[in-house]
């Protein structure tokens, strides 16, 4: 009596092969594993033919959101910093001007002198300087001459350093000394002169 060998179907193709098989005859799929076991059919592709695809699990919202707000702030920070750098009052691409024609100088409300003017930025420092002279005593020995205090009079400049009030000896021949002042400019476009009156 001749016993026919047990036949069964390919899970993958449907094809039938006989038990003991390793792959299937006709698509290859391994219908055993090396321990004897039987494999599963694989999984079918999707609709379109393609492999079927699983979407991720979702990232943490809080992940993205503070990654795009850090981003947000390095940026307003620069953009920030290269503005009150560059176009602040005094910056270097500061827009506006300080347009000095011609410094005026008084002492006690009377005309003393002029002085050249400057042209710098809105905001930036300026020093303007007048020298001022002590007549000499002569016969009657060394005198001693008083440069006043510094007070500007055109609005909008402020005082941020002078070498006044101070006091010299114009000795016998009379003597010359030098009033200098560091101003501070308007933060906005001026034109026109500077008034500075020491007494």
């Not at 007048?130 to 500007?152: E, H, I, N």
Request: charged share 10%.
């Amino acid at each position: 009596m001749v016993v026919a060998p047990e036949v069964t179907a390919c899970p993958s193709c449907g094809t039938p092969y006989r038990k003991g098989t390793l792959f299937c005859p006709q698509c290859g799929h391994a219908v055993r594993s090396g321990d004897g076991t039987e494999n599963p059919a694989p999984e079918k592709p999707g609709a379109n033919g393609k492999p079927r695809s699983y979407p991720l699990p979702p990232r943490s919202g809080w992940r993205r959101k503070g990654l795009a707000l850090g981003i947000a702030l390095i940026v307003l920070a620069v953009g920030a910093s290269v503005y009150f750098y560059e176009y602040t009052p005094g910056g270097p691409l500061n827009p506006y001007q300080t347009r000095v024609a011609e410094v005026i100088w008084t002492q006690d409300g009377a005309p003393l002198t002029t002085s050249p003017g400057f042209t710098v930025h809105a905001g930036k420092l300026a020093t303007v300087s007048v020298q001022l002279f002590c007549a000499g005593g002569g016969f009657f020995g060394p005198t001693t001459c008083d440069s006043g205090s510094v007070y500007l009079l055109t609005p909008g400049f402020g005082l941020r350093g002078t070498n006044a009030p101070f006091t010299w000896s114009g000795g016998s021949g009379g003597a010359t000394a030098t009033v200098t002042v560091v101003l501070v400019t308007p933060p906005s476009s001026f034109s026109g002169d500077l008034a500075i009156d020491l007494h």
